[in-house]
Structures are given as C-alpha cells and as structure tokens.
C-alpha cells in the first residue's frame, strides 16, 4: 500500500484529496464514524429541540408539522445516519486489524459503500429543504399517512433509505467476505475476536432483511404515485378502497425492522465483549457462549417481528406465537450479561473512561432488556404500546445501551486511530453527565407512557404530565451538554499525549501494530494460538525473561 | 470514585422511589375488567424485573466494588477463569423458567381480558368507533351518532368495533383505565370492549400517529348511570331528528375547532370567524365532505361519508352560534 499510494497521482495526495479517494480500511472506517457523529449531533439536536417543545403543556415552541418532521427525521438518522454507519465504521476500522488482514476484501466497494451512505445522509437531511418540508409520518412511515402525505419529503426518505440500503448490502457483503477469507493464519472461528463475531452476524442479517425495507418502501412509492415522461404508475398495494391492505406494510417494516435493532445492539455488545475483559485483566468469560449467543440472537431476532403490531387486532394465537418468540431472545440476551458480569469476577478493574462506559453500558441496557418483557407480553403492550414507555424502553438500548457502548469504543481504540489519547478527565466528566442526564431524561418517560401519555404527539394538554417532561427535557440538555465536552475532546486530541502501540495492554491483534496502524496494517502477523493472541505473546516473552534470569 | 458511586445510587434509588410512592410505576388504575387484568399480569411481570433488576445491578456493584484495583499493579492479571458450564448452563436455564412463568400467567390472565362478558339481564351495547383525521365518531345502534366522548352506561357490557373509513389513516383507540388500545385501521374493524361500574369520565387519546393534529385527537369515555344514559340516548335521537341535539357543537368543537381554533380565531388552519361562507350550508357541505386543497394547505375531506342528519347538524350550528373569533 505504500508503494501505491507514492504512486499516486500529485493531486490525490493532498490532505483532504487524499481522504477522498482512499480505499484504507482504516480511514473509510474513520471516515464512517466521522460522519456518523456529524449526524449524531444533528438528529441529537432534533431531539432537544422536541424535548424544549414538550417541556410545557401546550407550549408552541414548534410547529405541529415541523414537530412531526422532527420525529421522523430524529428516528431515522439515529438508526439509518448513527446506529449502523457509526458500527460500520469500527466494523471497518478494526474488522482487517482484528484478523490480521492488510485491508478488507473489496477496498474499492468499501470506498463506494461509504460514499453512498454520506449521500444518502445528505438527501435525507437536505429533505428539510424540499417542497412541503422533511417526512412527517415517523421513522416507521405507515401507509395510509405516508402514501398520503403531500411534498416531496416522503419520496426524499424513501430514495435516502434506497441509497443507504445499497451501500450496507455492499459492506456487508464486503465483511462476510473479508471475514470468511482474510482471516490470518491460526485464526480459527473460535479464536475470533468476539467484535468480530458480532460484525459477522450484523453483515449476515443486513444482507437478509435489507431487501424486505426496499420492497416494503417501494411499494410506497408506487402507491404516492410515479409519473415518469407522461407514464403515470399508481398503485394500491396499501389502499383499501382499491383491495390493498394497510397492514401488510408493517408487515414488511418490521421484518426488516427488529432485527435492524439487532443489527445496531449487536456489535454494540461485541464493543462490550472487547473492553471489559481489558480492564478487568482477565479473558472474557464464556467466549463460546457470548459467540454462540451473538448468532442465537441474530436468527431469533428475524422470527418476531409482529411483537411491533400486537395493537392492529392480529388473531389471538399469532400474538401467542409472536409473544413466546419474542421472549426466547431474552434467553441468549440473559447468557452475555451473566458472562459480562461474570467476566468481572475476581478481576483487577482499572476504571478508566472505556470501562466507565462499558459498565454504565451493562447498567442501562438491563433495564432496557427487563422492559422489553412487558412489551413482549402482549396483553401488557396493548395498555404501553405507542406510548412513553415504549420510548423509554428503546432508548435505554439503544442510547443507554448502544450509544454507551460506542463512547467505550471511542475511548477505547481512539489511541490506534490517531496515535493519541482522549483527555481522561473530561472523558470522565463527559460519563457521568451523559449517565446522570440520560436516567433524568428516560426514566420519567416510563411513568408518563404508564400514566396514558402516547408517542409522537407535539403537544399535550394534561398538566399532570408537566412535571416529569420537564424534568425529561432538563436530563435531555445535561446530556446536550455531556456531548458538547465529547467534541471539545476530540478536537483537543489532536495535541493530546502520544501512546505506543498497545496503551491498554490489551488481547487482540489490532494492538500489535503501531498507533495509528502503516498502510499496510502489519510488517508480520504473530501465529494465533487463542482468541487473545497479545496475552500469549506477553506470557511467552515473560518465560523467556524468567528463564533467561534463571540461568 | 466512592461518593460518586454513593452519589449516583442514592440518586437512582430516589429516581425510583419517588414515583413508586405516588404510584407511578403500575399502569392508570383500572376501571373494567380488562384493564384489571393488563394490570395484574403487569405487577405480576414487575415481581420478575425487580427481582432480575436488584440482582443483576446489584451483582454489578458488588463486583465492581470488591474487585477494583486498588493496591494491584495497573495491568496484573486477574484470576483468568475462561468460563464454567455449569454455572452457565444454570443462568441460561433461569431465564427460561422465569419466562415460562410469565407465558403461563398471561395465557390464563388472557380470557379475563380479551372475553366480553356474558351479557347480563340488563343486556349490553354495540358501538361504532370510527377513528379519523382527527376525531373519534360513535355511533350508536339507533343510530345516534357523538364526536370525541362516548356515553355508556354503568354495569353494562359495552362492546366497540373500532375501524377508520377507508379513504383515511391508521389511528388507535386508547382508553388507559378502560383497557388495551386496539387500532382503528382502514379497511378493518377491530373489536374491543369494556365494562364498568363507577360512572365518571375516562380521557384517553389517539395512540397512532395520524398526522399533523394527531396530538389533540383526544376521546374519552363518559359513563353515566343506567338510567341516565337511556335518557341521554333518546334525548339525542330525538333531537338528531328535530336538528336540536348537542350534535353540531360537538361537531364544530370535535371536527372543525381542531384545526380552526374553538372559537374560529385560527390555528394551524385559517381563521373561520366572520367568514361569510360559514352561512351557506351549501358551501360548508361541499367543503366538509371533499376536503379542499390550496397552494398553501391541505383540508382532509373531514366529513366524507357523513348521513344527512349528522351534516344538518353542523350546519345549522353554524348558522345559529357562528364562531366568534373572541
């Protein structure tokens, strides 16, 4: 790779040119999480401005419509422009690294991947800006509202999320090959990197539901209508005046849409199984069973989708079905916490910022599990379906869980990435603002989702409820604030403490190159003998020491 | 490290402790049967969460407590125990049981909640729900028709068949003391019930996003005693027919105010108040049963479908208390 990229004509080595031809792993998974968490901080933003207008009862801070637009557009980057993208990107970053391997399987698809989901990113966002404003039908876009509402901000998500399809079906394919192939000599499947695993499965189940979202969307494309050169298409697949059905899209949705959760949560917890075994110094506990329950969790996750429809009057027995299915998840789900618990036991914890966020992880994400029963219990969900609760629930995993678990990730290998540390002390600062924030703005929203109060609603005239929304919106800008002091960190990193190849002492392969990783990733790759590579180098050199001194 | 562990322990137990003595932690009290049940299967879910809640946080705690550095070199390694398959067999059993148990308590909690009860001597009561942009219409079986609250009387089984028009959206009928929502879906008819005791009046909401004013699309339910209830329905026939009834304000307030303010001073939509169209019952039918759309909005056709009786209603209201803008 060297070689090629002196090679490289004049005007693509310059700073920003040379970031936008690469085709190295490590800066298109840079490159990812960077704008990722662009992205971040702009639906976050969306997010405070909808917690300013819900502070109040009746309060007119924002329009209805733009509320809506908000909601919808909230949702969809969190999952489309941050969730996936972001772990795509330390997919991409650390997948090569982990196994020993110079770059992925298709450098040059890998390139088209990410330049397809920062497209996508921009004609969502630049949606705002269209004719009639951004979508306003929620992040789900249920037929008849969506097919009904006029503007082009519908038909901007569905060709944002076509595009942003594309290019995950492309990096997963990308992955499953990378990791299949690419794998260095003595890297046998158990002795992979448990992150690894978990991209593995995530690969696997973009590539199986992906195209379920695309027919779904597409089918309300056809039913708003296309008028292509004077060729009018309408459809009626949703419309029931016309023999459609206005379920069969959630239907669709929600195949694609639960495991979508899993695809997210996933390699959130492969993030988990990385770190805590660090600073804990000691293997992680279980290995074949978290790797086993990463798998478990991903085929299940496929099998329960009509849990999200347990209100549209499906029969009685399909929502036994969907409840029992739904419930088996909890049972691979219970097995990693007990390992990630178990991996603490009788360990050496250092607290560093990683691990603050690893446990904070474990903390929250517990909570979003034990919620998860009442909404899988169907009867239960009919009363806390749509509501407060629901929000809480999903944002104890998916921010309490997996957005915790991308901060242990940042902190954890930023040293690889830049060849410097984040400030420990405002890293420390920024946890427990961020923990301390996140339990004042969610765990409110449980008893406002108990007490009647629905989701997506820009207003609401019940004074009862004033007290704990203000108190939600006061967590959500602590939070604001914890996120602000993450940025300051990463711009002051750039002058911050150079670290040496392996600052943690860590297990796996990615630490034996320098910091940041050559071009190439590695001079030589050590033979694998166990999943922790690192640790048996360490123990080999100290025998060695130790016999050298005996003699 | 310590105070702050004290710190964010006291805070979170407070978290929780607070709102559990107001009694927040468990659905709205219920007032029919159904609803009663969601709730005992509820507290009966709660028993396991707590439980799995304090040991596992608590477990987490304990650990990070007890196995901290302290005096240990930075990177000494721990005890390096790489699993037990006992151990791990027994917690990937106990969640099995735990979740059997709640399957079982559901499926026999299930009857209680999705059975209408047998009707008793004083018979029972079938509604219309229809959900629409943005308002609940009931109608009755004689025909009486009521926007956004539902009289029923006490003691009765009151059956619903919740269903929306098919030209319009997916909205839910939600009544949190009176049971589960049930979506109101096009080209479906859901069907849900309640039963209860204490006359009062019931909020609740629409729970599906519908669209712009899906925030205020409230409904509730009004029970009145037996006796009152028949007097109320056949005050309301009755004047359905004379063009008397309670109905056009019900109307404006449920279908027009919405939108156009309660008194026509405006909203989302335009001022109505001294609009000279509000006179001319022609116009305001037209307009109310084909939606109307302009370069700058969009009207649903609010009032497709309506019967003659249900539009006179309006209309007259119109004509005889127009809105007054203050």
Redo the contacts between chains.
């Keep these: 790779m060297a070689s090629r990229a002196e090679a490289a004509p004049a005007w693509q080595r310059g700073r920003v040119a040379s970031w936008l031809v690469t085709t190295d792993h490590k800066r298109i998974g840079i490159l990812y999480i960077g704008t990722s968490l662009i992205f971040f901080v702009l639906a976050g933003l969306m997010g405070l401005a909808m917690r300013l207008q819900l502070a109040q009862a009746n309060a007119d801070v924002l329009?209805?419509?733009r509320y809506?637009e908000l909601?919808t557009i909230h949702g969809t980057s969190m999952v489309f422009l941050v969730g996936v993208p972001i772990l795509a990107g330390f997919g991409n970053f650390l997948v090569p690294l982990m196994i020993g391997a110079r770059d992925v399987a298709f450098p040059r698809l890998n390139a088209l991947s990410y330049w397809l989901f920062a497209f996508g990113g921009a004609v969502l966002m630049g949606s705002f800006f269209a004719d009639g404003g951004a979508a306003?039908?929620?992040w789900t876009s249920?037929p008849?509202?969506s097919t009904?509402?006029?503007g082009n901000g519908q038909d901007l998500w569905i060709l944002s999320l076509h595009i942003l399809t594309a290019s995950s079906i492309a990096g997963a394919i990308n992955f499953l090959v990378t990791i299949h192939n690419l794998r260095t000599r003595g890297m046998t499947w158990t002795r992979m990197p448990l992150f690894v695993w978990s991209i593995y499965v995530f690969a696997w189940l973009l590539l199986a539901i992906l195209p379920v979202l695309s027919a779904g969307i597409t089918m309300i494309l056809l039913d708003r209508g296309l008028s292509i050169g004077g060729w009018e298409v309408q459809a009626n697949f949703f419309?029931?005046?016309e023999g459609?059905?206005?379920?069969l899209y959630q239907h669709a949705f929600w195949f694609f849409g639960h495991p979508e959760v899993y695809v997210i949560v996933l390699p959130a917890f492969g993030i988990i199984s990385e770190v805590l075994p660090v600073f804990?110094?000691?293997?992680v506990?279980?290995?074949?069973?978290i790797a086993f329950s990463t798998v478990a969790i991903g085929f299940f996750s496929m099998l329960v989708w009509a849990h999200h429809m347990f209100?549209?009057?499906l029969p009685?027995s399909l929502q036994?079905y969907f409840?029992?299915a739904s419930?088996?998840i909890?049972?691979p789900t219970?097995?990693k916490?007990?390992?990630w618990?178990?991996t603490?036991?009788?360990?050496?914890?250092?607290?560093d910022t990683p691990m603050l966020y690893a446990?904070g992880f474990?903390?929250l994400f517990?909570?979003g599990g034990?919620?998860g029963?009442?909404l899988a219990?169907?009867?239960?969900?009919?009363?806390?379906?749509?509501?407060y609760f629901v929000v809480a629930h999903f944002h104890y995993t998916l921010l309490g869980g997996v957005v915790f678990a991308i901060f242990a990730g940042l902190f954890y290998w930023w040293p690889k990435m830049f060849g410097r540390r984040l400030d420990e002390r405002l890293g420390k600062w920024q946890f427990?603002l961020l923990?301390?924030g996140f339990?004042?703005a969610f765990?409110?929203q449980?008893?406002l989702g108990?007490?009647?109060m629905?989701r997506?609603?820009?207003?609401?005239?019940?004074e009862d409820w004033e007290g704990w929304n203000l108190t939600s919106t006061v967590g959500s800008w602590i939070m604001g604030v914890a996120i602000l002091l993450f940025v300051w960190n990463a711009v002051k990193s750039r002058t911050g403490p150079r670290v040496g190849n392996d600052p943690w002492?860590a297990d796996t392969l990615e630490w034996y190159t320098t910091s940041p990783p050559p071009p190439h990733n590695f001079d030589e790759v050590p033979y694998v003998t166990s999943a922790r590579p690192l640790y048996d180098l360490r123990r080999r050199l100290r025998e060695k020491e130790g016999a050298r001194a005996l003699s | 490290?310590r105070v702050?562990f004290l710190l964010?322990g006291s805070?979170?137990l407070a978290?929780?402790a607070a709102?559990a003595a107001l009694g927040?932690?468990?659905?709205?009290t219920p007032e029919s049967p159904n609803?009663d049940?969601?709730k005992d299967?509820?507290l009966f879910?709660s028993i396991?969460?707590l439980a799995?809640?304090v040991l596992?946080?608590g477990?987490?705690v304990a650990?990070?407590w007890r196995?901290?550095?302290r005096r240990?070199?930075?990177?000494?390694?721990?005890?390096?125990?790489?699993?037990?398959t006992n151990?791990?067999l027994m917690?990937?059993a106990?969640?099995?049981v735990v979740?059997f148990l709640?399957?079982v308590f559901?499926?026999v909690?299930?009857p209680g909640?999705?059975n209408v009860p047998a009707a008793g001597p004083r018979g029972e009561l079938e509604i219309r729900v229809i959900g629409r942009q943005f308002y609940w219409q009931f109608e009755y079986p004689n025909g009486v028709i009521a926007i956004d609250t539902l009289r029923a009387p006490a003691g009765v089984p009151v059956r619903l068949e919740v269903t929306a028009p098919?030209?319009?959206?997916?909205h839910?009928w939600?009544i949190?003391a009176l049971?589960?929502?049930?979506?109101a879906?096009?080209?479906?008819v859901?069907?849900t019930w309640f039963q209860v005791d204490r006359p009062g009046l019931y909020?609740?909401?629409?729970?599906?996003?519908?669209?712009?004013?899906?925030?205020?699309m409230?409904g509730a339910v009004e029970v009145l005693p037996e006796a009152e209830f028949a007097a109320w329905l056949d005050e309301r026939r009755a004047g359905q027919t004379a063009g008397t009834s309670e109905l056009g304000a019900e109307l404006w307030a449920g279908v027009c105010a919405k939108c156009h303010g309660l008194k026509g001073e405006g909203g989302?939509a335009k001022a109505l108040a001294g609009s000279a169209l509000l006179a001319d019952p022609q116009t305001v039918e037209t307009i109310v049963r084909n939606g109307r759309v302009t370069r700058r909005a969009?009207m649903p056709a609010v009032g497709a479908g309506w019967p003659a009786e249900q539009m006179d209603a309006l209309t007259t209201y119109l004509q005889e208390s127009p809105p007054s803008g203050e």
């Design positions: 329009s209805p419509d809506n909601v306003k039908a929620g249920y008849p509202l009904q509402t006029e419309n029931p005046d459609g059905s206005a379920v804990a110094r000691k293997p506990f279980g290995y074949k069973a209100t549209v009057g009685y036994a409840m029992v419930m088996v909890a049972v219970g097995m916490i007990f390992n618990l178990a603490l036991w009788r360990g050496n914890i250092a607290f446990l474990l903390s517990v909570i034990l919620t029963i009442y219990a169907f009867p239960i969900d009919w009363q806390v379906h749509d509501t427990w923990f301390v339990n004042v765990m409110p449980h008893f108990l007490d009647g629905p997506r609603i820009y207003t609401y005239a019940n002492q | 490290m702050l964010v805070t979170l978290a929780i709102p927040q932690l468990t659905p709205v609803a049940g969601i299967s509820y879910v396991f969460t799995i809640f596992v946080e477990l987490l650990f990070v196995y901290r550095r240990r070199q930075r990177f000494e390694d721990g005890a390096q125990i790489h699993g037990a151990l791990e917690w990937t106990f969640p099995v979740l709640i399957a559901v499926f909690e299930l909640i999705k098919d030209q319009d959206v997916i839910s939600w949190p049971g589960g929502k049930i979506d879906i096009p080209g479906r859901n069907k909020p609740g909401q629409c729970a599906e996003l519908c669209g712009v004013e899906h925030a205020r409230l989302i969009t």
